[in-house]
């Protein structure tokens, strides 16, 4: 596999997908960058994983559940403190209904 | 000042913790300038916590086991009323709400909390370069990185200004900053110590840790923080032995697993010297040493590179300007906002990591990246249950330089994961590493070992680590 092309159309599109706003000069060095890293990454197919389980997390045989109880939490105020901007009791945002 | 020395004293009543605080806040005033390895002194709230100890041994309560040790803790783990930014911009200013599982136990033991130490944003970098705030710097020569992501952490423990810290570790960070720095450093099995409250870059392989300035320090906090917390589902129900007195465990007859493929091209000729010499020197303590084969090491940096960022680019969305932090509103909508802020506010490091991350788990390349990593992180874990079904721990170098310069490797980041080489398969498997200090460079240049045990097992590695520091009493600290 000769892996995918590294430019500044693909990191455009990475970065909207990670709600990331560059520049095009940015996206440019980025591109570079990265790669050389989805080129160095590239070494893993090298390997025959076929048959060869994924580990998403070493402990996930014995993650156990808690009960599902109701437990004290952050006040109200507590959980609106941090918050950059707070209206009628809630964190508040530009909007993002168009009204008609 | 090492841990076990303040304890004794606070608990004999020769020393009060406020005047244990009260010189390390001097030594932090006086001396932390060239260093930086604080982001924040929490002086009042140190002082506050110090003074309840002292009422506490008066009233005749019993105090706990860190009474009175004053601990510096990585500012990606959440301290209730104390500014926590995880050394990114987005997070300046913000004061959590709660206290992290550790800080929780920290506390319930009556240490002292003296402040915040820097690190590379959102943990993500080798030398304390990515802090948004500027870097710490190494103790023992001030041009050059203390490590990281811990590096903060890890110079204060060095030059004495607190004589044991908190860390964080997901592909090396506490053990690599502890190798540069000459101090003792653990990273616990991966579920051995509450995750709740530490601010997440990869969840599958972050784990909490002590630096101290011996290994018995480093012992004590670690059998406090250790512990099952319900509050994180990945944290393992498992009983914790008595550690401090693991460090005094016989290590006659225990087997030494010695991989060659730590030991290869790229590993500076004084490291790889020195570390040999300390396996010499265990082997003279008793312990048994043979070569053991890890063959699937050359993989692991860029299997980590291809996990890591995956679950960071997952855990990093959450800081989008509404809840806390920084907020840029360009006033257009919410995703203008969304973009805004996370561009203002993450640096160049933690951006290439958040697009990697995206990238390798966007449609079209899941299978191929993503998936592919996973299945070679698995012939990596069974790489370490194979050796260590034949020793009992693995010994070899953390670091394959020591200590570099700041700036030499920042317009590189590929050449800055591969320095994590070393330290990255044992994140992988998440089995316990820790690193003690062996033989400087004839330069001065602090060089750590790295032990890795079997997962659950940090008291063999401890017995361990105490033999290596007994070979090297010279109390390290720089001048």
Redesign the interface.
Known sequence: ?SG?RVDRS??QH??K??????SDAEADK?AT??A???Q??A???E?D?SG????????MD?????ADEPRPC?SHE??L?????VENDG?A??S?VEEK | MIVGDVVASVHRGERTAEAVCLEMLAGIEARDGSLHSFLHVAKDAALEQARSVDEKRKSGRPLGSLAGVPIAIKDAICTRGIPTTAGSKILSGWVPPYDAGVVERLKAADAVLIGKTNMDEFAMGSSNENSAYGPARNPWDTTRTPGGSSGGSAAAVAARLAPCALGSDTGGSIRQPAALTGTVGIKPTYGRVSRYGLIAFASSLDQVGPFATDVRGAARVLSVIAGHDARDATSLDAPVPDLVAACDRDVKGLRIGVPDEYFAEGLDPEVGASVRAAIGGLEKRGCIVKPVKLPHTRYAVATYYVLATAEASSNLARFDGVRYGLRVDPRRDLRAMYGATRDAGFGPEVKRRILLGTFVLSSGYYDAYYLRAQKVRTLVRRDFEAALREVDVLCSPVSPTPAFRLGERVDDPLAMYLSDVYTLPASLAGVPAMSVPCTPTKSGLPVGLQIVARPLDEATMLAVATACEQLYPAALAPS
Do not use: W
């Open positions: 596999m995918p693909l990191v990475v970065a997908l990670s709600s990331l706003s560059i980025l960058e990265l050389k890293i989805v160095y990454v070494q893993l197919e390997l994983v060869v389980p994924p580990t998403a997390h070493v402990q014995r993650m156990p559940l808690r952050l507590e959980a403190a941090g918050a950059p901007r964190f945002v530009t993002f």
